[in-house]
T-cell receptor, first 113, second 113 residues
Framework: ETGVTQTPRHLVMGMTNKKSLKCEQH?????MYWYKQSAKKPLELMFV???????ENNSVPSRFSPECPNSSHLFLHLHTLQPEDSALYLC????????????FGPGTRLLVL | GNSVTQMEGPVTLSEEAFLTINCTYT??????LFWYVQYPGEGLQLLLK?????DKGSNKGFEATYRKETTSFHLEKGSVQVSDSAVYFC????????????FGTGTSLTVIP
């Protein structure tokens, strides 16, 4: 029980679809993160939000659009994705941004056809 | 820059065998070091951490010592169980880089009865 939940757990979408991934943390943390996990590659940090403000965008294509309406919720809006975007998308949170342990959700397994 | 290198897998061990998973790092300052574990179908869970040189992190029979002189944080367990089968990730975070986490590529461990 990590206190970070993600929905849906699995998602299949076509390249013309629009979908959203949701993350919710019940830990009272102030920082939230999106990571992409692809086979045989290190986890890739995508976005960082600190107190609802985006502080990091690691050159992520614009077809990925994050949204953080409050410190407990984080969304990743997806549109016109490519097959190479198929991966496990992990959400994480931490109390604060600097050198804090990150707690991960179970991930959303995304398949783009 | 910062990076983490961990041994390639997969690793297959018999139950009760000794486990070592090597991890070395490169950092510009004084990082915190972590081991995360990912069980099948789940997100990453913090296994242990160390925040300064010579610290030893331990949890569930796993140990790792922060060695600044060799820039290493090897994971060890004296007697593995089938339930330890998972993917293990070494990671660092550093204040100088705004707590961006740098993960290794992961080492898959399978323990057979």
């Amino acid at each position: 029980e990590t206190g970070v939940t993600q929905t849906p757990r699995h998602l299949v979408m076509g390249m013309t679809n629009k979908k959203s991934l949701k993350c919710e943390q019940h830990l009272g943390h102030n920082a939230m993160y999106w990571y992409k996990q692809s086979a045989k590659k290190p986890l890739e940090l995508m976005f960082v939000y600190n107190f609802k403000e985006q502080t990091e965008n690691n050159s992520v294509p614009s077809r990925f659009s994050p949204e953080c309406p409050n410190s407990s919720h984080l969304f990743l809006h997806l549109h016109t994705l490519q097959p190479e975007d198929s991966a496990l998308y992990l959400c994480a949170s931490s109390q604060f941004v600097v050198q804090e342990t990150q707690y991960f959700g179970p991930g959303t397994r995304l398949l783009v056809l | 820059g910062n990076s983490v290198t961990q041994m390639e897998g997969p690793v297959t061990l018999s139950e009760e065998a000794f486990l070592t998973i090597n991890c070395t790092y490169t950092a510009t300052g004084y990082p915190s070091l972590f081991w995360y574990v990912q069980y099948p179908g789940e997100g990453l869970q913090l296994l242990l951490k160390a925040t300064k040189a010579d610290d030893k992190g331990s949890n569930k029979g796993f140990e790792a010592t922060y060695r600044k002189e060799t820039t290493s944080f090897h994971l060890e367990k004296g007697s593995v169980q089938v339930s330890d089968s998972a993917v293990y990730f070494c990671a660092l975070s550093e204040r100088n880089t705004g707590n961006q986490f740098y993960f290794g590529t992961g080492t898959s461990l399978t323990v057979i009865p």
